[in-house]
Nanobody, 126 residues
Framework: QVQLVESGGGLVQAGGSLRLSCATSGRTLLNHAMGWFRQAPGKVLEFVAVIQWSGGGTYYADSVKGRFTISRDNAKNTVYLQMNSLKPEDTAVYYC???????????????????WGQGTQVTVSS
């Protein structure tokens, strides 16, 4: 089992930046894919980005491509989501998720993931 704890959310003006962190504990992440999802008020949970922990391969939703960057720090067992050029439509609760046996995959659906964090709120004002 892996525990995930997100942090770094907050209130930012449009055009600004935030960096979200997802601290992990419980087991090695070598075989995992780690993803970020978000849920805006009244909307379903939406895929944002994913990274393969071992190989570093990444994949992004079209809505964030070129603005967001997912990365990981092996020494700190932490996944990051750097968010630049934020827009009001990026306002949502952001969740970190982990997929065991995801070493060679880039999962984009919620039902592919095994572990979830509690979420962190990101609010972008216009």
């Amino acid at each position: 089992q892996v525990q995930l704890v997100e942090s770094g959310g907050g209130l930012v003006q449009a055009g600004g930046s935030l960096r979200l962190s997802c601290a992990t504990s419980g087991r090695t992440l070598l075989n995992h894919a780690m993803g970020w999802f978000r849920q805006a008020p009244g909307k379903v949970l939406e895929f944002v980005a994913v990274i393969q922990w071992s190989g570093g391969g990444t994949y992004y939703a079209d809505s964030v491509k070129g603005r967001f960057t997912i990365s990981r720090d092996n020494a700190k067992n932490t996944v990051y989501l750097q968010m630049n050029s934020l827009k009001p439509e990026d306002t949502a609760v952001y969740y970190c998720a982990g997929k065991y046996n995801g070493r060679y995959s880039l999962p984009t659906h919620t039902n592919e993931y095994d572990y979830w964090g509690q979420g962190t709120q990101v609010t972008v004002s216009s």
